[in-house]
């Protein structure tokens, strides 16, 4: 490895995968590793208690930007690497993504090719939220319009991973950054508990004037990529979206996507009716969103 390189893990009851995750980093030269955990439940950091880490118990659950900012914080280089804790890298996908930082000045963030263990690809290319595409979710237009990118914020064409793209974000499942350009943009936005949080940073990102790059060489193991937010997430998930919404757009734009995301979580509960998980949690969205919009709670 050319250029030094931290490597953040943030651990959340992550005792099943965690090990798999650090221990191959722990192994790579001038990679420097640190565990972030978020008073987990299953005593998670046990299990890389002998690896040549540094583990941080951060003392509450503040959300993946928050374990995420103690992290980078310790350390110094000029690389940082953002990886989930059912993840997994290997040296060579690693050296692929700092090369494009080392060639590429413009470039502040890098995401790999994701897979699932199965192999099948996981759709980590995105657009922002707009008002388009929360109403087209909302109206279930993304489903027929695939290709229409104001419908879509996930970049689903399988040919579009088969090169190198600078797309507007990328999952923050796996991330290499430019530490300087984090200390500009000041780390991650703690208002996003969780989601969101990805999507945000590269918007400011962004807004300095860097660009977000694809590397589809790089490739990166996710055990949970291609799963969807469970049910009890759901508001978690509509909360995230509304902060975002007050971040990055005017008052009219807020207002829109708030009636959208509205619509979205009503649409969504009554095509899950039968499903009571499912329609519970999108109940709860609806409320979130609500309590959101009108500071009810």
């Given at each position: 490895?050319?250029?030094?390189?931290?490597?953040?893990?943030?651990?959340?009851?992550?005792?099943?995968?965690?090990r798999?995750?650090?221990?191959p980093?722990?192994?790579?030269?001038?990679?420097?590793?640190?565990v972030?955990?978020n008073?987990?439940?299953?005593?998670?950091?046990?299990?890389?208690?002998?690896?040549?880490?540094?583990?941080?118990?951060?003392?509450?659950?503040?959300?993946?930007?928050?374990?995420?900012?103690?992290?980078?914080?310790?350390?110094?280089?000029?690389?940082?690497?953002?990886?989930?804790?059912?993840?997994?890298?290997?040296?060579?996908?690693?050296?692929?993504?700092?090369?494009?930082?080392?060639?590429?000045?413009q470039?502040?963030?890098?995401?790999?090719?994701?897979?699932?263990?199965?192999?099948?690809?996981?759709?980590?290319?995105?657009r922002?939220?707009?008002?388009?595409?929360?109403?087209?979710?909302?109206?279930?237009?993304?489903?027929?319009?695939?290709?229409?990118?104001?419908?879509?914020?996930?970049?689903?064409?399988?040919?579009?991973?088969?090169?190198?793209?600078?797309?507007?974000?990328?999952?923050?499942?796996?991330?290499?950054?430019?530490?300087?350009?984090?200390?500009?943009?000041?780390?991650?936005?703690?208002?996003?508990?969780?989601?969101?949080?990805?999507?945000?940073?590269?918007?400011?990102?962004?807004?300095?004037?860097?660009r977000?790059r694809?590397?589809?060489?790089?490739?990166?193991?996710?055990?949970?990529?291609?799963?969807?937010?469970?049910?009890?997430?759901?508001?978690?998930?509509?909360?995230?979206?509304?902060?975002?919404?007050?971040?990055?757009?005017?008052?009219?734009?807020v207002?829109?996507?708030?009636?959208?995301?509205?619509?979205?979580?009503?649409?969504?509960?009554?095509?899950?009716?039968?499903?009571?998980?499912?329609?519970?949690?999108?109940?709860?969205?609806?409320?979130?969103?609500?309590?959101?919009?009108?500071?009810?709670?």
């Open positions: 490895m050319s250029t030094p390189i931290d490597a953040v893990v943030v651990s959340y009851n992550s005792r099943d995968t965690l798999a995750c650090v221990s980093l722990a192994s790579l030269p001038d990679v420097s590793v640190t972030v955990d008073e987990s439940a299953d005593d998670s950091l046990a299990v890389i208690a002998d690896l040549p880490v540094t583990r941080i118990a951060s003392g509450r659950n503040g959300g993946f930007g928050f374990g995420c900012n103690i992290g980078i914080a310790r350390g110094s280089a000029p690389f940082v690497l953002l990886l989930n804790p059912d993840a997994r890298i290997d040296e060579a996908a690693l050296v692929r993504m700092a090369a494009v930082l080392e060639s590429e000045p470039v502040a963030v890098v995401g790999p090719r994701i897979v699932g263990t199965d192999g099948v690809l996981f759709h980590s290319m995105r922002y939220q707009r008002i388009g595409s929360v109403w087209a979710t909302a109206l279930f237009l993304h489903r027929v319009l695939t290709r229409a990118a104001w419908a879509n914020e996930i970049i689903r064409q399988p040919e579009a991973y088969d090169r190198a793209a600078y797309p507007e974000w990328v999952s923050g499942a796996c991330m290499l950054i430019r530490r300087s350009v984090l200390e500009q943009v000041e780390g991650f936005d703690e208002g996003f508990f969780l989601y969101g949080e990805d999507m945000d940073l590269c918007a400011r990102v962004h807004a300095l004037g860097y977000v694809f590397e589809p060489a790089a490739v990166v193991v996710h055990e949970g990529g291609r799963s969807a937010a469970r049910t009890s997430l759901y508001a978690v998930l509509a909360r995230s979206r509304m902060v975002f919404a007050r971040r990055h757009s005017n008052t009219a734009s207002l829109a996507q708030c009636l959208g995301l509205a619509v979205g979580a009503t649409t969504h509960a009554l095509a899950t009716a039968p499903r009571r998980a499912h329609r519970r949690g999108h109940a709860a969205a609806l409320r979130a969103i609500v309590a959101e919009c009108f500071g009810t709670a």
